[in-house]
């Protein structure tokens, strides 16, 4: 079966919505989330996410559900006791064995199918179900709106904290608020690459952003377009070959893509400034 044949059916629609939807979420806040040095929280979070989704099923057998809640309490908890940058990483450690020695504990209690399981792990995008759509979505909109509302003094207190401080943004605030529409990126995520792979739609598009532009606003599209890229065109080869995860596409577009960046931005970057100083020569 095609591409083309594929996209007709229903279970691919929504696998191409649900991951146009992560894409935009993921692209939008990975650069906050370099900028503010929380790729570790990002990797507790989506590890964690495995946590809530285990105790979903186990529960009520809704592993999104789950995550969203375990994603949402982990959130909370490095926000709490991670306060200070310099103690974050440790609490994130600290946080992240216990809750994965809980998730294993949940699900040597559940007694349903072994792949519920592991889609936990690895994701099961073409599984996504409309309801599961419908909260993709929502999760989608308020990430955005939420981000869209504090989007000023979060990249101030993102760019330069000790100025933003001073001048009374309070940061405090924004970094727990910033957490929480972190672990919503997160959970939507995990329903692509899966909770182990979180990072390859959060951190390494923005990354190679990073590499390839300089403003803010350039950065921000470039990471937005990179994550559409990967997670679309990784769905779409898995379409065309049938046999292979759109996990394995996905995180194997943002990787080469982020290498190919750390190849030839330095060169794009040097390129780039050159012609902005020759510009600057013709017309003084």
């Known amino acids: ?49 495995f946590t809530g989704a285990a105790a979903g099923l186990l529960i ?34 600290v946080i992240l064995a216990g809750g994965l020695g809980l ?21 099961d995008i073409f599984g996504v179900s409309s309801t599961q759509l419908l909260m993709l979505l929502v999760i989608g909109i308020a990430v955005v709106a939420l981000v869209g509302s504090i989007y000023r003094p979060l990249f101030f207190a993102s760019a330069d904290p000790e100025v933003a401080a001073a001048r009374g943004v309070p940061e405090g605030l924004l970094s727990i ?16 690459v899966g909770t ?4 390859s739609l959060v951190i390494a598009p923005a990354a190679a952003a990073r590499r390839l532009a300089t403003s803010p606003l350039a950065i921000a599209l470039l990471s937005l377009f990179i994550a559409l890229v990967a997670a679309d065109g990784g769905l779409l080869a898995s379409l065309q070959f049938g046999n292979i995860k759109p996990t394995v596409f996905v995180t194997g577009i943002s990787f080469f893509v982020y ?16 012609s902005l100083n020759f510009e600057r020569t013709v017309t003084s």
Request: hydrophobic letters at 55%; charged letters at 10%; aromatic letters at 6%.
């Open 1 to 49: 079966m095609g591409i083309g044949s594929s996209l007709q059916q229903p279970f691919a629609q929504h696998a191409l919505l649900a991951s146009t939807i992560v894409a935009l979420t993921c692209g939008l806040m990975g650069p906050f989330v370099i900028m503010r040095r929380m790729s570790f929280a990002v990797h507790g979070m989506s590890e964690l996410a």
């Open 196 to 199: 182990l792979l979180v990072l």
């Open 103 to 123: 998730g294993v504990l949940l699900l040597s209690f559940y007694r349903g199918f072994a792949t519920a399981a592991t889609n936990i792990l690895f994701g």
């Open 60 to 93: 009520a057998g809704n592993a999104l559900a789950g995550a969203l809640c375990g994603s949402l309490v982990v959130a909370g908890l490095i926000g709490l006791l991670g306060e200070r940058e310099s103690e974050r990483d440790a609490s994130i450690g």
């Open 259 to 274: 290498i190919a960046a750390r190849i030839f931005g330095p060169s794009l970057m040097k390129r780039k400034n050159r």
């Open 177 to 192: 608020v910033f957490l929480l529409v972190l672990a919503l990126t997160v959970t939507e995520a995990a329903q692509i």
